[in-house]
């Protein structure tokens, strides 16, 4: 099944199309304007996403060889994210369906991260343990099987992601401030500062990340600017500690709980190096199998919309010319265990 994916949720214009498990195309296009601003300004993002939408799924249909008259069906990332982001996709993705006369199905932005993760993958077994970790997002996920899905815990307050970019603003580092952090890292002492880590309490799988960053705020306050200019490395390696530190126990715990054999990340944060060396390692030592996705499929792309698509109209299940953008949508089980 050749399906077109296309991803407008905050400010990656993206479109791509699939032949089945086969990415075809993946045409990717990172608005620039908002890291002057530090952070996504979702007017901005909006109208890039119309000035950009119709260039790059021409873009993403021409690479792919494939005429349009070919595809047998389109998917959209209908939420959770930016309304006015997600309309200029909805809508763009209704007119083509009418069009082509094909159909199309809204998805979950949430489920397109796991996707972009088994792109990866040739070999796994559900079910399947999920760390989804992005800029809006921090969740441990069980996948029962194709589109059905447990959350078994949540951030209850910032994502990992947005405490990576915060944390970066203040250190005066670049948006998004994630992969800065990363690189800056690599040359740091995670030791040099300890960073809290919020386990809350009982055995729970949620997950808490303004107290980090507050943490940082008032290192920085205390200690005068020429001994920070001078450990920013270090102060970048041991706020990633902390951040990586949590996000691995409780994943481990939750593996241990459930009796997991597969454990995946995906979403943005997934790129990250410390995150991936450690999971990979513990999940080494308990016997799990570590899927781990392309860099390329973490942060935000189509490809991952799309082959979350194909399983949905595979299953015979589209979406009506009533579909609209949800900036709150939660993850559903699509089908029943
Ligand atoms: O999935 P994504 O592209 O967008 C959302 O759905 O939010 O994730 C973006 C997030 C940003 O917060 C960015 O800083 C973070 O992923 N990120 C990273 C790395 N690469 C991207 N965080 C830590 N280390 C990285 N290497
Ligand atoms: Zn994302």
């Given at each position: 099944m050749k399906v077109l994916?296309?991803?407008?949720?905050?400010?990656?214009?993206?479109?791509?199309?699939?032949?089945?498990?086969?990415?075809?195309?993946?045409?990717?296009?990172?608005q620039e304007i908002h890291s002057r601003f530090g952070g996504v300004v979702p007017e901005l993002a909006s109208r890039a996403h119309v000035r950009?939408?119709?260039?790059?799924?021409?873009?993403?249909?021409?690479?792919?060889g494939i005429d349009y008259k070919k595809l047998d069906g389109i998917a959209v990332t209908c939420g959770p994210g930016l309304v006015g982001a997600l309309l200029v996709g909805v809508n763009f993705v209704k007119g083509l369906s009418r069009a082509l006369n094909i159909p199309f199905i809204g998805v979950n932005h949430l489920e397109g991260h796991i996707y972009g993760n088994l792109l990866s993958?040739?070999?796994?077994?559900?079910?399947?343990?999920?760390?989804?970790?992005?800029?809006?997002?921090?969740?441990?996920?069980?996948?029962?099987?194709?589109?059905?899905?447990?959350?078994?815990?949540q951030t209850r307050d910032d994502a990992v992601g947005e405490?990576?970019?915060?944390?970066?603003?203040?250190?005066?580092?670049?948006?998004?401030?994630?992969?800065?952090?990363?690189?800056?890292?690599?040359?740091?002492?995670?030791?040099?500062?300890?960073?809290?880590?919020?386990?809350?309490?009982?055995?729970?799988?949620?997950?808490?990340?303004?107290?980090?960053?507050?943490?940082?705020?008032?290192?920085?306050?205390?200690?005068?600017?020429?001994?920070?200019?001078?450990?920013?490395?270090?102060?970048?390696?041991?706020?990633?500690?902390?951040?990586?530190?949590?996000?691995?126990?409780?994943?481990?715990?939750?593996?241990?709980?459930?009796?997991?054999?597969?454990?995946?990340?995906?979403?943005?944060v997934a790129a990250n190096s410390l995150l991936r060396e450690q999971l990979t390692e513990e999940c080494g030592k308990q016997g799990i199998i570590m899927l781990l996705p392309e860099p390329i499929y973490c942060t935000d792309n189509a490809a991952m919309i799309a082959r979350a698509g194909l399983e949905y109209l595979n299953s015979g299940i589209t979406s009506g010319q009533n579909l609209n953008a949800y900036p709150n949508l939660k993850i559903k089980s699509a089908k029943k265990s």
């Open positions: 994916g296309i991803e407008t949720s905050c400010d990656e214009t993206s479109a791509a199309v699939i032949d089945d498990d086969r990415v075809l195309s993946s045409i990717i296009s990172s950009l939408i119709t260039p790059i799924v021409r873009k993403a249909l021409q690479s792919s993958q040739k070999n796994y077994q559900f079910p399947i343990l999920f760390l989804i970790v992005s800029g809006g997002h921090t969740m441990l996920i069980l996948m029962k099987d194709h589109l059905n899905y447990q959350v078994l815990g405490a990576f970019d915060k944390g970066a603003k203040m250190l005066g580092l670049g948006y998004p401030g994630g992969p800065e952090i990363d690189r800056r890292a690599k040359n740091g002492d995670p030791d040099f500062y300890k960073f809290p880590r919020a386990w809350l309490k009982g055995q729970n799988f949620d997950f808490s990340y303004s107290g980090l960053k507050t943490a940082l705020l008032v290192y920085l306050e205390q200690n005068p600017p020429s001994a920070i200019s001078k450990h920013i490395d270090d102060i970048c390696a041991s706020y990633q500690a902390a951040a990586v530190e949590v996000l691995i126990k409780k994943t481990m715990n939750a593996a241990k709980h459930f009796g997991i054999k597969y454990v995946g990340v995906a979403g943005g």
